[in-house]
Each structure stands twice: as structure tokens, then as C-alpha cells.
């Protein structure tokens, strides 16, 4: 799917998921929505053309460069698996396992601090996964890659600075992920399979007219989210 699917898949995906999504109150419903959006964006980071990868100019096109060559566009950053991955890492990142983790592995390095240079290296790559957090969220709104390496790198800081809580951060990633999948699946690509086949349900092609209709589809399932009560009564009524 192109950038607009993907976005609509994730907003409709973090809209749909907030009766139970770990998060209370307005700020928390936004931030939730904002982070599933970011995400559903995130696993193009494989495509340095993808909204993505330019989310920060030449800062996030180069690694995406990088990310391509190895994989390729829709290899691994595109299997289900991937899911888990996002979701462990970004635990990790904002839990202190990152930094315990250096920590150890430099103690059996010989470092003669290891615990300043894990702490170091938890404290940027928390930071890090902040700040991409934001910038995702802000390329799928399309705001300039330079206002939006600013706004969420500094984002970071403040998330940082004030300790909030981010314990939520990891399933909206992970669910984020997984609705850019799902979009992807029922394109003619599809997703990497065993044996290099490719696998989903492959119904239409990037771009065209089948795409516009799945748009059409998850636009009306957000504009439908406030009514959500009322359809699920008016659904109750017609099964009783």
C-alpha cells in the first residue's frame, strides 16, 4: 500500500483498539492513535524512497539505504515476525534493558566501566526510539523533514526530562507494525514467505483502483469511531 493506506490502517487500527489499549484520558487516547499511526509507516524504513525513510532527510535515508541493501524492500522488515521484534525492542528500549544489557556484555568485554557505557547506551537509544516515535507520527502528517527532526528529538527530551510513563509504547508499535502488514498482504506483492514465496491474500495492486476502495473503507471505519455505541446497539438490535 502507498503512504495514504498505510496511514488510514494505522489511525483506524489505534481508534479501534482504545477501549483496551493501556492508556487513560484524552492525552493518552492521542498519543496511542499518534504512535499506531507513526508505526504503521515504520516497516517502509526498508525503501529509502518511503515516507519513512524521509522523515528526517539525509538523517533516516541513510540507515534506510542500509536497511535496503541487506534485505531488500518488503524482505524482512515485511515478515510477521517482525511484529515481535518491534514490540521486544522497543520494551526494551524504554524498560532499562538496553542499558542492562551493555552493561553486561562490556563487564565480560574487560571495560573498565561498564556500567557508564551501558548507561549511556540505554539513555540515547531510549531517546532514539522516542524521537522516531514522533518523527513517524509527523511524516505520516507530512511536516517538513527539518522542523520534524527538531520537534522530535526534543519531544524526547521532554518524555525524558519529565519520566512518562511509556509502558504502552510497545504495543502500539507492535500494532502499528502489524497493520502496515496487513495492508501489504492484500497487494499483489504480498508478504515474504518460505522458499521466497510470497504469501496474503494478493487481491490488488499498490496504487489502483482496489486500494482506493480499501481507503474508502478504513476512512469511514475513523469517521465511524465516534459513533461506535450507537452502531454497536443498532447491531444488537438487528441480531436480537
Known amino acids: 500500500m502507498n503512504r495514504v493506506g498505510h496511514t488510514l490502517s494505522g489511525v483506524a487500527a489505534g481508534l479501534w483498539t482504545l477501549p483496551v ?8 487516547s492521542v498519543v496511542w492513535v499518534a504512535a499506531t499511526t507513526g508505526f504503521a509507516l515504520a516497516p517502509d524504513l526498508d525503501h529509502p524512497g518511503s515516507t519513512a525513510a524521509r522523515m528526517w532527510g539525509p538523517v533516516s535515508r541513510l540507515p534506510a539505504k542500509g536497511i535496503g541493501s541487506v534485505f531488500g524492500h518488503r524482505g524482512a522488515a515485511h515478515q510477521l515476525l517482525a511484529v515481535a521484534v518491534t514490540v521486544a525492542f522497543v520494551w526494551a528500549a524504554t524498560t532499562g534493558r538496553v542499558a542492562a544489557l551493555v552493561t553486561e556484555v562490556a563487564a565480560r568485554a574487560g571495560h573498565d566501566d561498564p556500567a557508564g557505557l551501558g548507561h549511556d547506551v540505554g539513555h540515547w537509544t531510549h531517546l532514539a526510539v522516542v524521537a522516531a ?5 509527523l511524516a505520516a502528517a507530512r511536516v ?8 522530535a528529538w526534543l519531544a524526547a527530551w521532554l518524555v525524558w526530562r519529565l519520566n512518562a510513563p511509556l509502558g504502552w509504547l510497545p504495543w502500539a508499535a507492535g500494532l502499528g507494525v502489524a497493520a502496515h502488514l496487513a495492508g501489504d498482504a492484500v497487494t499483489v506483492q504480498g508478504l515474504p514467505g518460505r522458499g521466497g514465496q510470497r504469501v496474503g491474500p494478493r487481491l490488488f495492486r499498490t496504487g489502483g483502483p482496489g486500494e482506493t476502495v480499501v ?26
Open 21 to 28: 489499549a493501556p492508556v487513560e484520558g484524552v492525552a493518552g
Open 144 to 151: 517538513p523533514w527539518v522542523m520534524n527532526l527538531t520537534l
Open 215 to 240: 481507503c474508502i473503507i478504513l476512512a469511514a471505519a475513523i469517521a465511524a469511531y465516534p459513533y461506535r455505541d450507537h452502531l454497536a446497539a443498532q447491531l444488537q438490535g438487528v441480531i436480537a
Open 133 to 137: 516515535t514522533v518523527g513517524l507520527a
